[in-house]
């Protein structure tokens, strides 16, 4: 069974740093892509970052391009998201997603539950 | 970027209703579209992947069907279990757009 959990959220001030983690287990980690996807309080659904299998292509939303970075430990079976410069709109939860690609792009086949982001002073 | 609109954004209806929730994406997307299911307080469940394949272990019911700028997700007899909200996503390109979400609430 494909299970993801992710950890790291919390209230951090506007400018401030947090970094994500996710811990996959039930498939091959490193043979998948793997996304972020987050969802601000009572709004819908909004991707963030896609990383592939190996960790050599990262593609990102514009509302977070530069300031975040998407990376993975396939030797630790991890995924990350490293945020920086956060910003009130930032505020959401925080779902790490196992990816099903094509030459295109990806969909997502699993969801964790989310890890929660709050920013704010 | 691909724009994602969905129609409509609230849906009432009643057990036993075939229901219909429409995507539009502002270019084509051929068939890059997938549909998802989310219950409050819960993460979303994939139901339909590449506009009308159906994910493993989704019931029947569930059918999509469309392909270019146009698609359908269609349920034919709603389900007490069904009334969720539901969000259409393009992967035709790797910065990925989902629509507004639907809301399937009782009448």
């Known amino acids: 069974e494909v299970q993801l959990v992710e950890s790291g959220g919390g209230l951090v001030q506007p400018g401030g740093s947090l970094r994500l983690s996710c811990a996959p287990s039930g498939f091959t980690f490193s043979t998948y892509a793997m996304s972020w996807v987050r969802q601000a309080p009572g709004k819908g659904l909004e991707w963030v970052s896609t990383?592939?299998?190996?960790?050599?292509?990262?593609y990102y939303a514009d509302s977070v391009r530069g300031r975040f970075t998407i990376s993975r430990d396939n030797s630790k079976n991890t995924l990350y998201l490293q945020m920086n410069s956060l910003r009130a709109e930032d505020t959401a939860l925080y779902y790490c997603a196992k990816a099903g690609c094509f030459s295109t792009g990806c969909y997502t086949t699993h969801w964790g539950q989310g890890t929660l982001v709050i920013v704010s002073s | 970027d691909i724009q994602m609109t969905q129609s409509p954004s609230t849906l009432p209806a009643s057990v036993g209703d075939r229901v219909t929730i429409t995507c539009r994406a502002s270019?084509?997307?051929?068939?890059?579209l997938a549909w998802y299911q989310q219950k409050p307080g819960k993460a979303p469940n994939l139901l339909i992947y590449k506009a009308s394949n159906l994910e493993s272990g989704v019931p029947s019911r569930f059918s999509g069907s469309g392909s270019g700028t146009e698609f359908t997700l269609t349920i034919s007899s709603l389900q007490p279990d069904d009334f969720a909200t539901y969000y259409c996503?393009?992967?035709?390109?790797?910065?990925?757009?989902f629509g507004g979400g639907t809301k399937v609430e009782i009448k």
């Open positions: 270019q084509s997307i051929s068939s890059w």
């Open positions: 996503q393009q992967y035709n390109d790797y910065l990925l757009t």
């Open positions: 990383i592939n299998n190996n960790g050599g292509t990262t």
